[in-house]
């Protein structure tokens, strides 16, 4: 009972704190400043942040309009760099898929052998260290000068800054199971690939799964700054593309799908999480 | 050497010279063999499969002697059962005999989102590609490294460059030397240098020390330009102002934000600072020198060789293109068809006021140049030597620069004048003409005087 008030409340808090900031935003971006004096030719040359003082924020009005416009056609395609927001969600969310996937494929039985043998883990420890806190942009004119492609760039950057979450939670996960399960295992002589997999795996689950849901946090943060780089499509290209266009509407919009898409990507992996979490 | 004589003649040198040997190059024999040619070419056929087989003895014996001494003993018509047995002449006589249908339809070009790209742009949604039997995409790039890497990494087959760029890419300045050549200038004049409205009184550049100025790469004629007018007017643009290489769209939201002082872009950015109130225009770039060039379209050298005929439809497409937009009349509709979002991605008044020339100053006055942007193909290499001479003023370029092998060897007057010839237009005879840079004449034969004559330069 208390918890279902708690969560009205929450909300109600919610709503207002969103209304607050509605009315703040739209009254910071009311066309406040003086019409200028001009000749109507003249006038006509100008855009209306010149002529009529108006603010060069959109205000939430114009943005909800914008939005409304979008989401009514997301999928339109009107040559190679004017398509639908819907299309170029799907291309970035492709790229930080196959990134990503590809990133799972290494990381985790990579992790394992590390986890398993204190040898491993400790000599490349070092190079972990060192590759780990590299900006995944900065991997960027390397891949491009060596890749030769601008969209397999984009995938590998998003390999390369999302396998290291992975990598050093499965290590740590695999190499924190708990002593007394792995001596069961070892007097009940089950062999190293079935204590792998039935005592190892699902009791470092949790952390895998942990390493996987930061990954795909930054996977997603890494997408939209390769393809502003690259450009081309994706999200990233269009914000950078009504940037160009000094649309800042637009760009209000993609900030806010990107806020969306990201947390949706977050959640899903939650309850991945929550799905392999066990009680102790 | 004639490419349609006998390759399979003993006697006959291959490499260089002429058949006969009285004359010093093959175009004289060839002037003095049309008076009394010994055997007539009997028809187009046969005259390809003579070119044909001419390319294929060449590459089986790049040593001329070697050649001759095979024939020698072997005699001239084993030698083309021989050849014939392994390389399928006849197959190779056909495709080339269908010369003028490009080897790659499908291609794709890369552009900038600046009006200097207009001819590039406008050829798709106004059909110059297809009318030359292509399909080309014109892709929108980010900026000018990527634009360079890109064409570099044979992702585009042509691009929208800054003029100097495939210089500089050809001589290996911050690039690996890749062999690039310009086959068409895209624009010129259409630049502008736009002040900060705070500046509104200060219009004399004496007084521009300590300001700050965006350009939009370093290889470009927008800094060669704006260093020339400043050191024209006593300011060392190295010392006394600073200079920032910034992509063109975040020159306007920087201008706003008060970052830099001002800038010299490229057009459709000057008009947007003043449309949005942001600033306003100082001065416009074919003030310092009338008839500058800007932008050009660039290809490597393999995507040349590779797909001449490909590349020759592509350099047809865009002269034609440049000779529509050249016309004052059309360029109200090419405003229209370059503004969407698919292209240059600006409100149609702001691109109306660049191509018509007919623009707000910034300062509340209307004013009009009917030349503000103007479009002209043709690869002078005149031009390539003035910026060769500017990038060696301004230390880019180290120690001695062959001026006129670069420029020739970049900037492709010749065959730009065949096929203009071709297409019925009358190109210039010559590839260098002299020209005045704010007053100083440019004599293109002697770029080093020029070099010295500066006051203001990069101590080499």
Partial sequence: MTNTSLRLRAGL??????AAFLGIWHLATRSTGTVATMSPEYAKLMGLTATQGKSAMPGPLDVGAKLWEHLRRPF????????????????????????????????????????????????????????????????????LYTIKDSSISAIFVIFICSIWPMLLNTVFGVAGVRKEWINVAR??????????????????????????????????????????????????????????????????IAILLIGIVGMLLDQILARFTRMVTFPE | MSTFDDPFDANRNLQSGCVCGRHNSAAEHEQAS???????????????????????????????????????????????????????LQTATEVFAQAGTPEKKDLKVGFIPITCATPIIMAAPLGFYARHGLNVDVVKTAGWAVIRDKTINKEYDAAHMLAPMPIAISLGLGANAIPFAVPAIENINGQGIVLAMKHKDKRDPKDWKGLKFAIPFDYSMHNYLLRY?????????????????????????????????????????????????????????????????????????????????????????????????????????????????NYINAPVT???????????????????????????????????????????????????????????????????????????????????????????????????????????????
């Fill in chain 2, 229 to 341: 007018y400043l050191a024209e007017h006593g300011i060392d643009p190295d010392t006394d102002v600073q200079l920032r290489s910034v992509p063109p769209p975040e020159m306007v939201a920087n201008l706003r934000a008060d970052n830099i002082d001002g800038f010299l872009a490229p057009d459709n950015i000057c008009q947007r600072a003043i449309y949005d109130g942001a600033g306003f225009m100082h001065l416009l770039s074919k003030e310092i020198w009338d008839g500058h060039p800007c932008c050009s379209f660039a290809a490597s050298r393999e995507f040349i060789t590779t797909a001449p005929n490909s590349f020759a439809a592509l350099t047809r497409a865009i002269v034609d293109a440049t000779a529509y937009a050249s016309k004052a009349e059309n360029r109200k509709q090419i405003a229209e068809a370059i503004a969407p979002a």
């Fill in chain 1, 13 to 18: 808090v919610s709503i207002v704190l969103l």
């Fill in chain 2, 350 to 460: 702001v691109l109306e006021q660049v191509l018509t020339g007919t623009y707000a100053d910034g300062l509340g006055g209307v004013k009009t140049d009917e030349k503000r942007v103007d479009f002209d193909p043709f690869p002078w290499q005149s031009f390539a030597v003035w910026m060769l001479t500017q990038m060696k003023r301004w230390g880019q370029i180290k120690g001695d620069v062959d001026y006129k092998a670069v420029a020739e060897q970049v900037y492709l007057a010749t065959d730009t004048r065949k096929l203009m010839t071709e297409m019925g237009l009358t190109p210039p005879t010559s590839a260098y003409k002299s020209f005045a840079v704010m007053g100083k004449t440019f004599d293109p034969g002697k770029p080093e005087d020029y070099v010295a004559s500066f006051k203001i330069r990069k101590a080499s």
């Fill in chain 2, 34 to 88: 049309l008076a009394f040619r010994c055997e007539p070419v009997e028809s187009e056929e046969k005259r390809y499969e003579g070119v044909v087989a001419s390319a294929v003895m060449r590459a089986i014996f790049p040593q001329d002697v070697a050649r001759r001494a095979f024939l020698k003993s072997v005699g001239a018509s084993t030698a083309l059962a021989a050849l014939s047995q392994f390389f399928p």
């Fill in chain 1, 76 to 143: 339109y395609d009107n040559g190679p760099n004017d398509k639908g927001l819907g299309i170029q969600l799907v291309y970035s969310i492709a790229r930080v898929g196959a990134g990503y996937l590809l990133a799972v494929l290494v990381a985790i039985p990579l992790g394992f052998i590390i986890g398993m043998s204190p040898l491993l883990s400790k000599a490349l420890d070092p190079f972990i260290q060192v590759l780990k806190p590299i900006s995944p942009l900065a991997w960027m004119p390397l891949a």
């Fill in chain 1, 187 to 252: 007097t009940l002589e089950v062999g190293t690939l079935r204590r792998a997999f039935t005592v190892i795996l699902p009791a470092a689950a949790p952390t895998i799964l942990t390493g996987m849901r930061i990954s795909i946090g930054i996977a997603w943060l890494v997408i939209v700054a390769a393809e502003m780089l690259v450009g081309g499509t994706g999200i990233g290209y269009f914000v950078w593309n009504e940037w160009n266009n000094l649309s800042i509407t637009n760009v209000i």
